[in-house]
């Protein structure tokens, strides 16, 4: 069974750090790419944030960049993203997905958009706020 399940949330002040954790199951993460999205309440989901199968190579959201950070384990079959100085509009649930309907090797780079993830974790809360 495949699945994917974020932790590492929290609340935190202005500034501050968090890193989430994504541990994936029923399939080898060395193949697939990993994508980090965000919704706040009210607003739609967005994209925070994603790391490659094939070289690693990662993407980041404007909003983010320079602030946070994703890194992936396959040994531990474990994705991460890294955040730091965090903001108050930072404030959302946060998700993993991959993109286990592409076939293996079919992009050199992870896609950016979530429609082209098919299977999330149920995501984590994160809190910025003094």
């Known amino acids: 069974q495949v699945r994917l399940v974020e932790s590492g949330g929290g609340l935190v002040q202005p500034g501050g750090s968090l890193r989430l954790s994504c541990a994936v199951s029923g399939f080898t993460l060395d193949y697939y790419n990993i994508g980090w999205f965000r919704q706040a309440p009210g607003k739609e989901r967005e994209g925070v944030s994603c790391?490659?199968?094939?070289?690693?190579?990662?993407y980041y959201a404007d909003s983010v960049k320079g602030r946070f950070t994703s890194s992936r384990d396959n040994a531990k079959n474990t994705v991460y993203l890294q955040m730091d100085n965090l903001k108050p509009e930072d404030t959302a649930v946060y998700y993993c997905a991959t993109d286990l309907f592409t076939p293996p090797g079919t992009r050199s780079t992870c896609p950016h958009s979530q429609h082209e993830y098919d299977h999330w974790g149920q995501g984590t809360q994160v809190t910025v706020s003094s």
């Open positions: 790391i490659s199968s094939s070289d690693g190579s990662t």
